[in-house]
């Protein structure tokens, strides 16, 4: 058989397009691909959610892949354990509490699982503005990964969403794009996105999973940026608290248990 080149184009731009027409309204708009928006991601789809997720970078994972200063294992606790189980992870225990997983067996089996519950990855585009209306964010405005990074003069497409997730890491991206535009109150003691403290792993543990709920009507915090967002310290490369929070937040947005 023949193989065509114009034939290999026309089957990307159309199913790519096609993908993307079809995910310009979701329920859920997740911004970031890293563990605790990947275990979001699978949770909310899994369970009947039309989710996408939006990454700026060409690679999903985050701060997983690495696991501790490009050292690829990561740490997980006993409550997290089951999580990693579920996706068919191999645990190892370490000491009591303390179980090891490979960084990236742990990355491409969460992936693999939101892909496949139903949940589409748009990677290599940058989530820069939200879509707002009178007191609540309605959707995403989207860009992609090299017109932001080469500073082209390009104007943004957008995403219509029921929910938003910000799961952006330490950076809080979304949230500080609607604190410095759409004059929007956080859901912290003043109203105002508290700021990432230094390391204090058992705290910030706790805290993750604590500080993941709706933040202003309609945006949800998980993972790292739900830390940053209210005060809470880091807690370097044990990663239970990211998956409690990525099943957490899938919880709130669906209102029961999963
Ligand atoms: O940083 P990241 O892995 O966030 P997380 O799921 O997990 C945090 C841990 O990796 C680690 C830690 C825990 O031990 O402290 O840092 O909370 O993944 C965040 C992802 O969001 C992408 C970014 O490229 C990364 O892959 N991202 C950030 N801003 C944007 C974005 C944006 N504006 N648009 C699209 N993607």
Redesign the pocket.
Same mark, same amino acid.
Do not use: C, L, N, Y
């Given at each position: 058989m023949e193989l065509n080149e114009i034939t290999i184009t026309r089957a990307i731009i159309e199913r790519y397009f096609n993908k993307l027409l079809d995910y310009a309204d979701v329920d859920t708009a997740i911004? &970031?691909? !890293? +563990?605790? &928006?990947l275990v979001a991601a699978y949770y909310l789809a899994k369970n009947g959610n039309k989710v996408a997720i $939006?990454?700026?970078?060409l690679s999903? #994972? #985050? &701060?997983?892949w690495g696991g501790g200063m490009m050292f690829n294992e990561i740490v997980v606790q006993d409550e997290a354990r089951d999580i990693l189980e579920q996706f068919g992870i191999t645990t190892t225990k370490y000491q009591e509490n303390y179980y090891t997983a490979d960084a990236v067996e742990s990355v491409t089996s969460i992936c693999s699982a939101a892909c496949r519950a139903g949940a589409k990855i748009f990677n290599c585009?940058?989530?820069?503005d939200v879509i707002i209306r009178e007191g609540s964010v309605n959707g995403l405005v989207i860009t992609w990964s090299p017109v932001e990074m080469a500073g082209l003069h390009v104007d943004p497409l957008t995403i219509g969403a029921k929910k938003v997730i910000d799961?952006? !890491?330490?950076?809080m991206?979304?949230l500080h794009v609607i604190e410095r535009k759409a004059d929007m109150k956080m859901n912290t003691p003043d109203g105002k996105l508290q700021g990432e403290r230094s390391m204090w792993a058992e705290k910030a543990e706790k805290l993750t999973i604590e500080n993941t709920r709706e933040i202003c009507k309609n945006v949800y915090v998980? &993972? /790292?940026?739900a830390n940053a967002a209210f005060g809470g310290p880091? /807690? #370097? +490369?044990? $990663?239970g !608290? /990211?998956l409690l929070? !990525?099943k957490k937040v899938a919880e709130s947005i669906l209102g029961k248990s999963v």
């Open positions: 911004v &970031g691909a !890293g +563990p605790a &928006g $939006f990454e700026r970078k999903i #994972g #985050g &701060g997983m585009v940058s989530v820069e799961s952006t !890491g330490h950076d991206e979304v998980a &993972g /790292m940026s880091r /807690m #370097g +490369p044990i $990663f !608290g /990211m929070s !990525g």
